[in-house]
Every structure is written in structure tokens, then in C-alpha cells.
């Protein structure tokens, strides 16, 4: 048997355990202590093994690739999160199944507003891990955020 082909199924049979021993079956979101707490996300996702669906970086385009809300955080935020719902559910996902959003901002200083509008889709679950960069510029001037999803269906 070659290194390669050892290395693999050594590691294929590793599996994350939780601290008592018992193999993980469903995302666990944790905030461990020692680090300061978040504001509306969570440091640490462990996702057992199984389907991951990645849903590439949403902007504020309509069905026909129209800008929705020119100069709008608040529209464009919206917009963006209609689209990754979308893309979501044409995975079989909702956002409970969201284990990371990353945001790529052109102004950091509308995080409130980023906020309010990612709650109103989040509802009342946990919260996914979540980077937010402000950057200077996206692929249009005109675009303000993207964000891009991962999610783990519990189903």
C-alpha cells in the first residue's frame, strides 16, 4: 500500500467528537470561553462530515440582472439576502442549514443597517461564523456589499 493511500485512510477515519467522546452528527455552534463574545455570530461551527452546499458571493442583481437600490445600503442589503434565500432553497436549504457568511463591504460603517437586515432573515437560530472586509471596490461601482454563504442541510 502506498504513503499516499495510508495517509488518506488513516484520515478518513478520523471523525470530530464532542468533548465527551460521542461523534458529532449535527452542526454545533460554540462561543468558546476565552474569547470576547460576538455580536450576532458565532466563533466556532463544527460541522460533521456530510453535504456542505457553497453558494458564491450574492449581490444586489434582480432575476433579470437589474441594480436594485443604486446608492441604498439598506435595498441592496435586502436584495442580496432574497438572492442567497433563493439560491438556499434551490439546495433544499433554508437559512437555519448557514454555517459562514463572509460579507465583502464597501463602507463598514453601515453595519448596523447589515445588521437589522441579516436578523431579519436569520430569525431566532444560532448564528453562523461571520467575517465582514470592507474593500474598496467590487466588480460594479455601483454594487455596495457582497456576500457569499455556506450551509450544512440538517435534513
Known amino acids: 500500500m502506498s504513503r499516499l493511500l495510508v495517509l488518506t485512510c488513516a484520515a478518513g477515519l478520523l471523525a470530530c467528537t464532542t468533548t465527551g467522546g460521542s461523534t458529532v452528527s ?10 470576547a463574545a460576538p455580536r450576532g455570530y458565532t466563533h466556532v ?6 453535504r456542505m ?3 458564491a458571493g450574492q449581490v444586489a442583481f434582480d432575476a433579470q440582472g437589474n441594480l436594485v437600490g443604486k446608492g441604498d ?3 441592496q442589503t435586502e436584495q442580496v439576502f432574497k438572492n442567497l434565500q433563493i439560491a438556499l432553497e434551490s439546495a433544499g436549504c ?3 442549514d448557514v454555517v459562514k457568511l463572509n460579507w465583502y463591504v464597501r463602507d463598514v ?3 448596523a443597517t447589515f445588521r437589522e437586515v441579516r436578523e431579519q432573515f436569520l430569525g431566532s437560530g444560532p448564528r453562523p461564523a461571520s467575517t465582514l472586509v470592507q474593500i474598496q ?3 460594479r461601482d455601483d454594487l455596495l456589499l457582497e ?5 450544512a442541510p440538517r435534513h
Open 26 to 35: 449535527t452542526p454545533r455552534f460554540v462561543n468558546p470561553p476565552g474569547i
Open 45 to 50: 461551527v463544527d460541522v460533521p462530515a456530510g
Open 53 to 55: 452546499v457553497y453558494i
Open 73 to 75: 445600503t439598506r435595498a
Open 94 to 96: 433554508t437559512f437555519a
Open 109 to 111: 460603517s453601515q453595519v
Open 137 to 139: 471596490s467590487l466588480v
Open 147 to 151: 456576500v457569499e454563504a455556506v450551509a
